[in-house]
């Protein structure tokens, strides 16, 4: 495994983290905890030290599975990363909750759910530029950094292409953006990640395998379960999608080469992310995402030295 620093945080990421979205039930399969177990203590094994999750991936279940993990491991050994604005009210559903009051509670309720006493990254989910600009949010979260529950800030763009709320991280406090990228999706390249790389900021990738289609198991026609939130995306940008990664596959990805190995290796090469966060179902795929790290460039400018 190789490490990047997390922009100006200090912490020492490993390059590949492990999303954990699918724990929440929402990705056509549900997760009991000895599973969860083997996941992440099969991560640990290759190295992985980030996991990211939120609280409204499930009613804080993810975080709960994730938790009861770390209850029976060493908590100092991982970086944490959740998120908070939603409330899962039913499966794809979710409330909108941004006061200060509604957050705090979010906080202590994810703080409960991991059974820990801080979180390492703290991230504003998704939310609208008029939620991200409440003075009062994010002077109630620094109150939190400073009694020592939250060590850093983030924010998880919706958009992205969202440069306000990119650039307005400085003015914030917050350390590190979250964004959608990969091969298929390089928008934040334009602006985004130029405003990272100003600010010293962080970059968590996240979908970096477009939400599996550049695993390169799927082929256009493909359909997914009601189950799986990937049967909610558009039928024809979904086949579209697939018939650009054939493309890719047969055009850019070296022979012997795993597609999903590959697309994690991609996202790795700009010299603004410092970390992908792909999701998995199995140790099988757990392992196959810490292979990319072998193809991260060892003269990284966010490498550990």
């Known amino acids: ?28 399969m549900t997760f ?7 996941l992440l203590g099969r991560a640990k094994e290759l190295g992985i030290n980030l996991i990211d999750t939120a609280e409204c991936y499930g009613d804080h279940l993810s975080e709960s599975l994730i938790g009861a993990y770390l209850k ?71 109150k939190q950094v400073q009694a020592g529950k939250i060590r850093h ?9 969202n440069i306000h709320q990119t650039d307005a991280s400085t003015r914030v406090g917050s350390k590190a953006i979250q964004v959608v990228y990969n091969r298929l999706d390089r928008k934040p390249e334009e602006r985004v990640f130029p405003s990272c790389q100003r600010q010293h900021l962080g970059v968590l990738a996240r979908v970096p395998l477009a ?33 650009e990664v054939e493309r890719i596959q047969a055009a850019e990805v070296p022979a012997g080469l795993d597609m999903a190995t590959w697309a994690l290796s991609w996202c790795l090469r700009h ?23 072998d193809y991260a460039s060892d003269g990284h400018p966010q490498a550990r030295k």
């Not at 100006?8 to 990705?27: H, K, M, P, R």
């Not at 009991?32 to 083997?38: A, M, S, Y």
């Not at 800030?153 to 292409?161: A, E, H």
Request: hydrophobic content about 30%; charged content about 25%.
């Open 153 to 161: 800030l983030g924010t998880s763009i919706g958009s992205n292409d």
């Open 72 to 142: 029976q491991d060493r908590r100092e050994d991982w970086i944490v990363a959740t998120k908070f604005g939603h409330h899962f009210t039913d499966r794809f559903q979710r409330d909108q909750l941004w006061s200060p009051g509604d957050v705090l509670r979010q906080l202590e309720g994810s703080l409960r759910s991991l059974r820990t006493d801080y979180i390492d990254l703290y991230q504003f989910h998704s939310g609208s530029d008029e939620q991200f600009d409440n003075d009062d949010l994010w002077t109630m979260l620094d």
């Open 271 to 293: 010299e603004a992310v410092t970390c992908v966060i792909p999701g998995c179902k199995n140790e099988a795929q757990v392992q196959a995402n810490a292979l990319a790290a």
């Open 1 to 28: 495994m190789k490490y990047r620093t997390l922009g100006s945080t200090g912490l020492d990421v490993s390059v590949i983290g492990i999303g954990t979205w699918q724990f929440g039930g929402e990705w056509g």
């Open 211 to 243: 939400s599996g289609y550049l695993s390169g198991k799927y082929k256009p026609g493909a359909t997914f379960d009601s189950t799986d939130v990937r049967n909610n995306h558009d039928r024809a940008a979904t086949d579209a999608k697939l018939k």
């Open 32 to 38: 009991e905890q000895p599973e969860v177990n083997r």
